[in-house]
């Protein structure tokens, strides 16, 4: 089992930035990708980032790409997203997820352990 701690949410301007944390701790030697998703209030809970532990490799929604980057510290068991250019339609719960399998899946339900979410709210 793996435990995600999500931090660094909270209320911003348009055009601000934030840079969210996923802390992982348990058994993170089987954890092969992490993601990022975020759910708005009435919706699905959507893809944001994937990047593998092992080569870093990326995946971005094209809502995010160019303005958010996902990163990850291997030796603190931590992955980031760097939040820019914040928009009003960013407002959501953000997770951190991680599968075991590895490759980078964008469905939800490609993933196996959840963080319990980080509100971010941005005004206009």
């Known amino acids: 089992q793996v435990q995600l701690v999500e931090s660094g949410g909270g209320l911003v301007q348009a055009g601000d930035s934030l840079r969210l944390s996923c802390a992982a701790s348990?058994?993170?030697?089987?954890?092969?990708?992490m993601g990022w998703f975020h759910q708005a209030p009435g919706k699905e809970r959507e893809f944001v980032a994937a990047i593998r532990w092992s080569d870093g490799q990326t995946a971005y929604a094209d809502s995010v790409t160019g303005r958010f980057t996902i990163s990850r510290d291997n030796a603190k068991n931590t992955v980031y997203l760097q939040m820019n250019g914040l928009k009003p339609e960013d407002t959501a719960v953000y997770y951190c997820?991680?599968?075991?399998?590895?490759?980078?899946?964008?469905?939800?339900?490609?993933?196996?352990?959840w963080g319990q979410g980080t509100q971010v709210t941005v005004s206009s």
């Open positions: 348990g058994r993170t030697f089987s954890s092969k990708v």
């Open positions: 997820a991680t599968r075991w399998n590895y490759g980078m899946a964008v469905r939800p339900d490609a993933y196996d352990y």
